[in-house]
T-cell receptor, first 116, second 115 residues
Framework: DQQVKQNSPSLSVQEGRISILNCDYTNSMFDYFLWYKKYPAEGPTFLISISSIKDKNEDGRFTVFLNKSAKHLSLHIVPSQPGDSAVYFCAAILKGASGGSYIPTFGRGTSLIVHP | DSGVTQTPKHLITATGQRVTLRCSPRSGDLSVYWYQQSLDQGLQFLIQYYNGEERAKGNILERFSAQQFPDLHSELNLSSLELGDSALYFC??????????????FGPGTRLTVL
């Protein structure tokens, strides 16, 4: 049973436009959310995060929005650039450490293609 | 370059065999995490070590084991391999283990193919 769902396997966007990647979660005990970006033949790279006490976090062209009541978060990339083409993973961390550690639960990823 | 190294990059082996995947964390990082990514799946957490001790365990099969050595590098041992074990195996490291803001840095992964 997937606790973190990325229902769109892929997304295609024109350069300069907005990319919106969506993520839904089922466990209301998730407290902290992260987005990772992954290029082919590389490991995932941390992109941006948001705590459940916030509803928005911005870092340059990247903004993450959190809607706790809907158990939904989204990553907005504005403007999109061809170099943003990658797989984006959403991840969530439970409130309270499990055995002293915070282990993220990952979605399956969305492949973003930004066309020049 | 994340600073996390994994060897080998590719591994092809047969069912029933045993393999060892190696990970060197970033300098100064005490935590090492292992993840498995099967085709079209998200990253599945396997196990975490912190400063040489097992800290958290995920969906790791009994046929799999790991350890972290005094120099903080880690090895993931996979035995009695099955076709379904074919996957990308990622190692990640972080400075600590006690905060959700502790960023994980991932290595490039080892692609295991079991024939």
């Amino acid at each position: 049973d997937q606790q973190v769902k990325q229902n769109s396997p892929s997304l295609s966007v024109q350069e300069g436009r907005i990319s919106i990647l969506n993520c839904d979660y089922t466990n209301s005990m998730f407290d902290y959310f992260l987005w990772y970006k992954k290029y082919p033949a590389e490991g995932p790279t941390f992109l941006i995060s948001i705590s459940s006490i916030k509803d928005k976090n911005e870092d340059g062209r990247f903004t993450v929005f959190l809607n706790k009541s809907a158990k939904h978060l989204s990553l907005h990339i504005v403007p999109s650039q061809p170099g943003d083409s990658a797989v984006y993973f959403c991840a969530a961390i439970l409130k309270g450490a499990s055995g002293g550690s915070y282990i993220p639960t990952f979605g399956r990823g969305t492949s973003l293609i930004v066309h020049p | 370059d994340s600073g996390v190294t994994q060897t080998p990059k590719h591994l092809i082996t047969a069912t029933g065999q045993r393999v060892t995947l190696r990970c060197s964390p970033r300098s100064g990082d005490l935590s090492v995490y292992w993840y498995q990514q099967s085709l079209d799946q998200g990253l599945q957490f396997l196990i975490q070590y912190y400063n040489g001790e097992e800290r958290a365990k995920g969906n790791i099969l009994e046929r799999f084991s790991a350890q972290q050595f005094p120099d903080l590098h880690s090895e993931l041992n996979l035995s009695s391999l099955e076709l379904g074990d074919s996957a990308l195996y990622f190692c990640a490291s972080s400075e600590g283990a006690l905060s959700p803001t502790d960023t994980q840095y991932f290595g490039p992964g080892t692609r295991l193919t079991v024939l």
